[in-house]
């Protein structure tokens, strides 16, 4: 931990949701709930890991079981490692994941349902507008503590960082060439929604989440700025043309042989039929 002062909770500010985006961020909590509830169905699909796929796939497990009336779809988040250790374990049919395999992972088969970026976010009142990447590996390595550092205000900067196991910090530590005993965070979050929420109600607050989730939330209002990376926008556009350079990819993720019905929801959600939810999360379709 740094010396800087403990961030006071008090601070943080919440706007009411419209009901679409309580949908994308809840979209996990609601597939899961749809689980408990009693069903007729023959056979349940559980799903499992990244928060940030989580929200799609509960959208596309919906439609899913709008179509095949005897199959249902489980989606509960946790992290693309709870996915992997669900997959491997038995305990999920289907793993999800937001990150590439590493060596020790190729056991597992991913199926890319969309293509997703990370983006750096501050509280929309920070006049700071970008940082270089040599800025951002010294704010989260605790070398640069006070926005004025950097072009700023004269305020201690809060670091937000992602909690072990989130496929969102493996991706950001892989990009600045950062290990995870480096980073001196102020405050550790789990999903996009926290850090989101914990950026947009502390001004001095900087973060990374999603490009999907952060886009969305500024198409509502919330009090978050998106930072360009080495001079590009973190826009779907440029995520789709590959001139981000924090892109990703967003899987589903088996072992062994797919059953019939798992192979089913897994072409389905690599079909067109669901672009028009993928688009409307502001991730990017795989062709």
Not at 21 to 41: H, I, K
């Amino acid at each position: 931990m740094s010396d800087r002062p403990t961030p006071t909770p008090r601070r943080l500010q919440f706007k009411p949701f419209s009901s679409l985006w309580v949908r994308l961020l809840t979209g996990a909590v609601l597939g899961g709930l749809v689980g408990c509830a009693p069903s007729n169905r023959h056979e349940t699909l559980v799903v499992t890991g990244s928060s940030t796929v989580a929200p799609l796939a509960g959208e596309m497990g919906q439609r899913h079981e709008s179509q095949q009336a005897d199959v249902q779809v489980d989606v509960q988040s946790g992290g693309s490692s709870r996915g992997i250790a669900d997959v491997r374990s038995g305990m999920a049919d289907i793993g999800m994941i937001s990150r590439d395999l590493t060596p020790e992972e190729q056991d597992l088969t991913t199926h890319v349902i969309a293509q997703d970026g990370i983006t750096v976010i501050v509280h929309e009142s920070n006049p700071i507008t970008s940082l270089t990447d040599r800025e951002i590996v010294g704010i989260y390595a605790g070398e640069i503590e006070n926005w004025q550092e950097v072009g700023g205000e004269d305020a201690p900067i809060v670091v937000v960082n992602k909690a072990d196991g989130r496929a969102t910090l493996d991706v950001f530590l892989d990009y600045f060439r950062l290990e995870s005993r480096q980073i001196q965070a102020d405050i550790v979050i789990g999903d996009n929604t926290q850090g989101l929420k914990t950026v947009a109600g502390n001004p001095h607050a900087i973060g990374y989440i999603s490009i999907g989730t952060a886009q969305a939330a500024v198409d509502h209002g919330e009090a978050i700025l998106l930072l360009p990376i080495n001079g590009i926008a973190p826009s779907p556009e440029n995520v789709a043309n590959g001139t981000f350079p924090l892109g990703r990819s967003l899987s589903l993720m088996t072992s062994d042989s797919p059953s019939e019905s798992v192979q089913a929801f897994i072409d389905f959600a690599q079909s067109d039929a669901v672009h028009d939810l993928i688009e409307a999360q502001n991730l990017v379709p795989v062709p």
